[in-house]
């Protein structure tokens, strides 16, 4: 339904003017009387309308029935950037598939070797900090393993979710007993590892303009693989928590320790690895990719399968420049079930949009970075839709700063349950509620 609102006064005159009748009798005043109210009786979104030009009044537009198409898309190569948190473990699920995650990270020295000699390693300690546990971990916890990489991080450096790193060798693998809750982990490596950490301490040492520790040891990549198919960590990799300390004997025989950190300092990114083949048959996304329409479409948490939406309806828009956008609602129903998608699960969850820039990089879109609340994103249960606003996009490309009316929808680092939206519904139809303005 297309609805169109006008301000633009109507020319009208007075009948009061330049009025000039004798009154000689109650009659005559009766007559002036009527002809007065009936002057007054104009319409008064009439009023002054013969006073301004016509080029000064604008006119209001609504409509909810501009196209809008979406599209189930992926691509590993999204990138990571000095994450706070880190995700090692896996997760199934019988629509998306296997999603395995881990993380790289450079290490931290909290200050130089002291160069007091080593006797001997007496033990390696490993800290983990968990903040987070998704999945159940069954009889078994699982095991982790700790990777020394063999290729610099630099802070300038590019690093996507599918970035596999080059290893030099594995340092240790740890055996976890079955953990369920937010814990410090604490766990003794066995001596071997300190001759990994230790095997030069001439280089212990950070510099801004010299080779240091960092070329020495060049980081580490920590993966956790569960017993159960669907249990995964998260990961403080920010405060300094989460790291290893060695225990030895200096030559004085003095029992001393030296930390290995992981913090805000450090390069690190994290790595999402997803497998739709192992989905279970006949619940497995039919379209990735391939631009067609289907009945539902998929945004899958850890930076996985994506929504695009496309709304070419505003091309046209573009040739009636110059508009002025005062409303864009994106309205997106919801999919749930209840066995695989409970509406529960999408409660407090808040869908994010981005688009590509005309140097062909994701941006996030101008009207979550002016304010997160006005974006919105959020589920609304009255309705079981999800509402985007989009003010500042749609204007940005009506005038030519955006190449193409196209979002990407997608979830946030921190979420860990998955979304469905219905696509093709008409009953619950995907809808841009716009409003605006011919200048």
């Known amino acids: 339904m297309t609805i169109f609102y006008s301000n633009r006064l109507l020319s009208g005159s007075s009948s009061t003017a330049n009025i000039f009748i004798k009154i000689t009798s109650l009659a005559s005043i009766l007559a002036v009387m009527m002809v007065l109210f009936q002057g007054c009786e104009e319409d008064p979104s009439k009023i002054g309308g013969g006073i301004l030009p016509d080029n000064d009044f604008t006119t209001l537009n609504a409509t909810d029935t501009i196209g809008v198409n979406l599209y189930t898309m992926y691509t590993d190569t999204i990138r990571s950037t000095q994450p706070t948190i880190s995700y090692i473990g896996q997760l199934q699920d019988p629509v998306f598939g296997t999603t395995t995650t881990s993380f790289v990270s450079q290490l931290w020295l909290f200050n130089d070797w002291p160069g007091d000699g080593i006797l001997g390693i007496d033990s390696v300690m490993f800290y983990l900090n968990i903040t987070g546990v998704t999945g159940e971990a069954g009889d078994v916890g699982g095991a982790v393993n700790i990777y020394e990489i063999d290729r610099v991080m630099g802070e300038d450096s590019v690093y996507y979710t599918n970035t596999t790193p080059p ?36 280089m212990l040492f950070l510099s801004s303009d010299s080779a240091d520790f960092r070329t020495l040891i060049k980081g580490v990549w920590i993966e956790y693989l569960p017993a159960s198919e669907n249990h995964m960590f998260e990961v403080d990799v920010s405060s300094g928590q989460t790291g290893f300390e060695v225990h030895y004997t200096d030559a004085a025989a003095n029992h001393s320790t030296y930390p290995f950190g992981i913090n805000s300092k450090t390069v690190k990114y994290n790595r999402y690895i997803h497998d739709f083949s192992t989905a279970d ?6 379209h990735i990719n391939d631009m067609v329409k289907d009945s539902l479409s998929y945004i899958q948490s850890f930076q996985g399968v994506f929504t695009r939406i496309e709304i070419p309806g505003l091309e046209a828009l573009r040739e009636m420049m110059p508009l002025g956008i005062n409303k864009a609602s994106l309205v997106l129903p919801a999919f749930t079930d209840d066995m695989f998608f409970p509406e529960e699960n999408i409660i407090g969850l808040q869908v994010l949009a981005r688009f590509n820039n005309s140097d062909g990089l994701k941006e996030i879109v101008p009207d979550y970075l002016l304010s997160n609340e006005f974006f919105d994103g959020r589920y609304y249960g009255i309705d079981r839709e999800f509402r985007i606003n989009l003010v500042n996009f749609i204007q940005k490309y009506l005038e030519g700063e955006i190449p193409e009316p196209v979002v990407e929808l997608f979830l946030p680092v921190s979420a860990k349950r998955n979304l469905v939206l219905w696509s093709e519904n008409e009953d619950k139809p995907v809808r841009l509620e716009l409003v605006f303005t011919t200048l």
């Open 281 to 286: 048959p006949g619940m497995e996304i039919s």
């Open 167 to 202: 290893v030099k060798e594995l340092i240790s693998t740890v055996l976890l007993r079955p953990i369920e809750k937010d814990t410090l982990l604490r766990i003794n490596m066995g001596m071997s590892p300190g001759d990994v950490f230790l095997r030069d301490t001439s």
